[in-house]
């Protein structure tokens, strides 16, 4: 049950979580100051004003005096105000000064432009100048494509928005903060990692912090589009001589009841004026001309128009069926098999958080070449463009909130943060015809509290997108005997059940898998990460641990255990490519490297690239 209170110009959602009240504040469309969520939906489809570019930094060591109090509240007189201080005359007053300060690329993370801050967790300070001229009847956001762990914005000394969440990107209205000429951003981005954040403190992958994707400034008329839906009916069964019905919402912002919305989709004949209601959205159900599904090997995309008084967007969407039979999972009505790879957002060649057109062009032209059609990216939603990429070229996509292994699942408001960024992720890509999983976690304990927390969660994607799949990787059973049996109640609160497990690795030795016999449920199955490390470069014998002979040997093995489970109908290996994790510590074959990598984080493929190439075109392993 969840409903809304409005106290002192901000909103808090409750809802009842494990039988009791828990509040969190959202921010609703147009307040300022307060936590922050994903509001502007295809922003990447917006004329912006680029925010990217050099801004300055200062470092605010623990216990980050400049931005928090002894008592840890975020102070009102900190670095945020950017005042300056009095060098040459006057009593001595500021300890910082933007304008003198260096600066560093953005988007992207602090860790690999600072040699000095290459390890650092902690608060760092953001400044950039830019001129605005004010168009009268518009409104300004200040949108941070995502901002590794929690971020504090104020606008020309005005506190304007907090976010926490790396991962997802945030809107704030800056409308009036904004004045003619001169203007300055200031972000406090804090990476300390908290038991009670999510992820939680134990993370296998590198915590890069700072303003990691792109950060604009969007100018939009009084009455806008910020949200909407836009798919292929999902109905009970699924025909292809009648699949041509489209539905979902657009939703405008500032919309009086019965505001018009005009939806174009010229290609598909859909030309349609909707009206939206009291909550500001038009709900729609229309009928398309010769719609050509998306799929991997035509995935097709269609110029989407929407129109509403002053402001209009245009969307490329594709248009496809995902559901599961018995033990099948169907694309348009037709069972298929993914071929994939994990992939954590580690900027291939440079390495350092993947942000740019050319890291998502490195990454894609990884998994082209390795004859893919799927990839799970872990651990967390990555940058926009890989969706974008992934809708183009034809790759299925698992998108996934970091709720990796241990979390405070006892915690009503770690509930309340693990709704709303599952929220941020779905509203962002849920017109990306390319996702077909949400998944809702990773690797997480067994007990009581987590099984009700994450079913919970699972009903909440279906809730707010009926239209995908829901999944989350499994760990464990040990194998005991040659036995294998899983048995996690959360299997039954998923529709795909991903299964995680490194036999040859972590327990037993490769050959063990052959004769591994799993009982499973009977659902779809993934086996979403099995692998081995090995380096790439390093050479000997099928038993030589780093060795790519022996990464090679595990998965031979592994292939063999997996044809031999009737229900799988996916992998992914871990992992696509090396990448960093300070708790891999083995000079000289780690050197803090992850390297269960198909390809070195310098864009070498090891053997077991050329194992899964040729695998994945022979379609060998796996039965769709
Ligand atoms: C896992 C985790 C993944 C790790 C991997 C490993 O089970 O899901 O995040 O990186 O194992 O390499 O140990």
């Known amino acids: 049950m969840t409903r809304f209170s409005i106290i002192a110009g901000r909103s808090l959602l409750c809802r009842i979580v494990f039988g009791s009240l828990t509040c969190c504040a959202v921010v609703l469309p147009g307040l300022a100051q307060g936590p922050a969520k994903t509001l502007l939906v295809g922003v990447d489809r917006r004329s912006v004003t680029s925010l990217n570019g050099d801004w300055h930094y200062l470092v605010d060591q623990p216990p980050a005096k400049g931005l928090y109090t002894a008592a840890g509240k975020v102070r009102d007189n900190g670095y945020g105000l950017n005042t300056h201080p009095n060098i040459n005359s006057g009593p001595h007053n500021e300890e910082y000064d933007f ?37 009268p009847n518009t409104r300004a956001y200040l949108h941070i494509g995502a901002a590794n762990y929690k971020s504090f914005v104020w606008v020309n000394q005005k506190r304007i928005c907090d976010h926490e969440g790396g991962f997802t990107p945030f809107d704030c209205e800056v409308t009036s903060a904004l004045k003619p000429g001169a203007n300055f951003v200031v972000i406090a981005v804090d990476s300390t990692r908290e038991v009670d954040g999510i992820p939680s403190v134990g993370i296998d992958w590198f915590n890069y912090g700072g303003l990691t994707r792109d950060v604009s400034l969007v100018t939009l008329p009084t009455r806008f589009i910020d949200d909407y839906d836009i798919h292929l009916k999902h109905e009970s069964t699924f025909s292809s001589s009648n699949a041509n019905t ?37 709900s729609f159900e229309v009928k398309a001309a010769n719609l050509q599904l998306w799929s991997p090997e035509t995935p097709k995309l269609y110029k989407v128009e929407l129109v509403s008084g002053d402001d209009r967007l245009a969307d490329d969407i594709g248009f496809r069926d995902i559901r599961v039979d018995g033990t099948r999972i169907l694309l348009n009505g037709k069972s298929i ?29 990884f998994l082209k070449d390795l004859n893919a059609n799927f990839v799970r990216l872990a651990h ?5 463009r890989m969706e974008r990429t992934a809708d183009r070229e034809g790759i299925m996509v698992w998108s996934e909130i970091p709720l990796w292994q241990h979390i405070s699942f006892e915690k009503p408001e770690v509930y309340a943060k693990a ?11 849920r017109n990306k015809a390319s996702v077909i999983f949400w998944s809702v976690s990773n690797e997480t304990p067994n007990n009581p509290a987590r099984t009700q927390f994450l079913t919970n969660l699972a009903n ?62 009977n659902k779809p199955i993934l086996i979403s990460e099995f692998g081995a490390e090995a380096k790439q470069g390093v050479h000997g014998g099928i038993d ?8 090679v040997n595990v998965y ?24 960093r994790s300070p708790t891999r510590n083995i000079p000289k074959l780690q050197d803090g490297f992850n390297r269960k990598g198909l390809i070195s984080e310098d864009g070498k493929k090891k053997q077991a690239f050329f194992l899964f190439q040729k695998t994945y075109k022979e379609r060998s392993v796996g039965k769709e």
């Not at 093995?557 to 290996?573: A, C, S, T």
């Open 246 to 282: 489209l539905a979902g919402y657009v939703h405008v912002e500032g919309a009086a009841e019965g505001t018009a919305v005009t939806l174009r989709i010229p290609e598909a004949g859909v030309n349609t004026t909707l009206k939206t209601d009291a909550d500001g959205r038009a």
């Open 99 to 135: 304008a003198t300060a260096p600066t560093l690329k953005v988007p992207g993370d602090w860790n690999t432009q600072d040699p000095t801050l290459f390890r650092y967790e902690g608060v760092v300070w953001y400044e950039r100048d830019f001129d605005f001229q004010p168009v």
């Open 337 to 365: 098999f993914l071929q994939g790879a994990n992939a954590h957002a580690e900027a291939p060649y440079r390495t350092g958080r993947a942000c740019t057109d050319e890291d998502v062009k490195n990454i894609f032209a």
């Open 460 to 521: 909440e994607a279906r809730r707010l997108d009926p239209t995908r799949l829901v999944t989350s990787a499994l760990i464990g059973p040990h194998v005991k005997g040659n036995e294998a049996v899983q048995d996690d109640p959360l299997a039954d609160a998923l529709d795909v059940v991903g299964q995680n497990e490194y036999i040859g690795w972590y327990e037993r030795r490769p050959e063990d898998a052959d004769n591994v016999k799993w009982t499973l449920p």
């Open 544 to 551: 030589q641990r780093w060795a790519e002979e022996q990464q």
């Open 556 to 579: 031979e093995h592994q292939f063999v255990m997996i044809n031999k489970i009737p229900q799988v109908r996916g992998l992914v290996p871990w992992v696509l490519m090396d990448f």
């Open 380 to 384: 967390y939603p990555h940058d926009e």
């Open 419 to 429: 709704t709303y960024m599952l929220n941020e992720m779905i509203r962002r890509d």
